[in-house]
Structure formats: structure tokens, C-alpha cells
């Protein structure tokens, strides 16, 4: 599995900066506006494993080998669960290193999640090797909060389609969703 970014960064050097989470998904979310962190796509085809050919997050895309990222040195947690008046749902989790500042700041704010037992996006060593396993019926976005070193990856043109209706930037929540509002119709 492989994980990419649809967020224009600063380049400092060769390093991806961290930068605050603007006020998509939910309101009053406790990571909008506050957190810090590189925003990355999970999102896989079914049948290959491969990021998908199309793409609502720009022409290019940096991949990136997930242990480079979410690895037993650092904690996953449960950021946001949405949609935008779409059939789509978007879940977006947040990954720390250990110890960071953005660990930090996710302890006081977040629920944190086992990395090897839950619904979204887990990290298993079988063999010796990680496995990597995520949801399928949803979008699944992750935050990364810590620089990540460009030399980890590598930066390719898309070879299908720019779709920037899919783009969730600044987006909004349906409030009348019933699957992922809470209080709605239950």
C-alpha cells in the first residue's frame, strides 16, 4: 500500500513542512484550524492495490511506501468522520511519531486507536514483514504530523483524470446525514 499527498507544500530543503489543517469536515473539529500535519490520500483500486489512476488532488503526486509512515513507532488516531452532501464518506485519521508534538497535541484531543484492530487503516507484522489492510467504503484521508523527507518517495504525473469535484477543500458536512451525524434520526 502506498499512501500520496494532495496538498501544494513549502519545500524547505528537501523536507515536506507540516502545515495547519484547514476547516473541512466537521464543525467544530478539534483538528480543523489547529492541527499541524502533510495531508495524504489512502485511497487504493480494489483489484491492484495501486493508487487510483484519477485524482481530485492535482496532476501530481508524491507516493510514499506506508512503513515510511505508519509504522510501531507511531500512534494512530481517529480525527473525523464526514460527508458533503455525497454518497461519499471521508474518514480522516491523524499519524504522529511517538513523542512528537503532534502526538501531543492528538493525547489531549483525539481517541487514539489500536494500530492493529480497528476499522479504518491497520499496521500488522506477519513474518517479519508489515502488512498494511483499510477500508474500502470510504475515503480514507490520513495526516501526517511530522516533515517527511522527499527522498523517501517519489513524485509522478497522474495518468488518469484531475477530478476536482471529489476535492474536499474547506467542504463542509451535510448536517442532515444520518449516517455520520450523530444526533440525526436516531
Not at 483489484?47 to 506506508?66: H, L, V, W
Not at 474500502?136 to 495526516?143: A, M, S
Request: hydrophobic letters at 30%; proline letters at 6%; charged letters at 20%.
Amino acid at each position: 500500500m502506498t499512501i500520496y499527498t494532495h496538498q501544494e507544500r513549502e519545500h524547505h530543503g528537501d523536507a515536506m513542512q507540516p502545515s495547519v489543517k484547514d476547516n473541512s469536515g466537521s464543525h467544530g473539529s478539534p483538528i480543523s484550524g489547529k492541527l499541524e500535519g502533510i495531508f495524504f490520500s489512502c485511497s487504493t483500486e480494489f483489484n491492484t492495490g495501486k493508487p487510483p489512476q484519477d485524482s481530485p488532488y492535482g496532476r501530481y503526486r508524491f507516493e510514499i511506501a506506508a512503513e515510511k509512515l505508519f509504522n510501531p513507532n507511531t500512534n494512530l488516531y481517529f480525527g473525523d468522520f464526514y460527508c458533503m452532501y455525497t454518497a461519499y464518506h471521508y474518514v480522516i485519521l491523524v499519524i504522529a511519531p511517538v513523542g512528537s508534538p503532534g502526538d501531543e497535541f492528538c493525547k489531549q484531543r483525539l481517541p487514539q486507536l489500536n494500530s492493529k484492530d480497528n476499522k479504518f487503516l491497520t499496521c500488522t507484522e506477519e513474518d517479519g514483514v508489515l502488512v498494511y489492510h483499510h477500508a474500502q467504503d470510504v475515503i480514507l484521508e490520513v495526516i501526517y504530523t511530522d516533515p517527511v523527507d522527499l527522498s523517501l518517495g517519489t513524485v509522478a504525473e497522474i495518468t488518469g483524470h484531475q477530478l476536482m469535484s471529489l476535492s474536499t477543500a474547506n467542504a463542509k458536512k451535510d448536517p442532515s446525514c444520518k449516517t455520520c451525524n450523530i444526533s440525526v434520526g436516531r
